[in-house]
């Protein structure tokens, strides 16, 4: 199924939504790629203006994104999180390039950052495709159960965003 782009959109998150997004970052297919937060977590989260807590909705809520470092002075933003629950459609695609708009568009951002699991291949390719840049790897930085996890750190600046997508 093709997504319709379109009609895809990022809302402000509410704390009506606070059961969704806990629930699909318990989801197995979502949990082995991020560390789920606790409700009050999310909640603080929508409350700080330094922080994006984002709904990603069609007619339906599909997924979520987190950006922070809103008030950086270095114009630096961080991708921390994006889980998607309408998976294989193309949302992830989409609401990756919703994203880098509303980074480099409204928030004005130099450089949109954030950190994959090594193990994550599907979510490498789409920000690759994307145009994000590997900077290097963190290696076993996390500690998930009794193994370590390793980062990818990636980004993507705002003079190539604008070169790519407004030429």
């Known amino acids: 199924m093709k997504v319709n782009k379109p009609n895809l959109r990022l809302c402000k998150t509410q704390e009506a939504d606070l059961d969704y997004i806990v629930s699909a970052e318990n ?11 606790s409700r009050e977590q999310h909640l603080q989260a929508i409350l700080n203006p330094d922080i994006a807590h984002l709904i990603v909705k069609n007619k339906i809520r599909i997924g979520y994104v987190i950006l922070a470092g809103l008030l950086d002075f270095n114009k630096t933003i961080e991708f921390r999180r994006i889980v998607i629950t309408e998976k294989r459609k193309g ?40 145009g994000f840049v590997v900077e290097g790897i963190l290696r076993e930085c996390l500690k998930v159960d009794s193994k370590y996890d390793s980062l990818i750190i990636m980004s993507i600046l705002q003079q190539e965003y604008l070169k790519k997508y407004l030429n």
């Open 27 to 37: 989801d197995d297919e979502n949990r082995q790629y991020i560390i789920p937060w």
């Open 91 to 130: 949302y992830g695609k989409a609401t990756v390039e919703i994203v880098k708009k509303l980074a480099f568009e409204t928030y004005n951002a130099h450089r949109l950052w954030l950190d994959v699991k090594v193990q994550n291949k599907i979510a490498q390719a789409v920000y690759k495709k994307s």
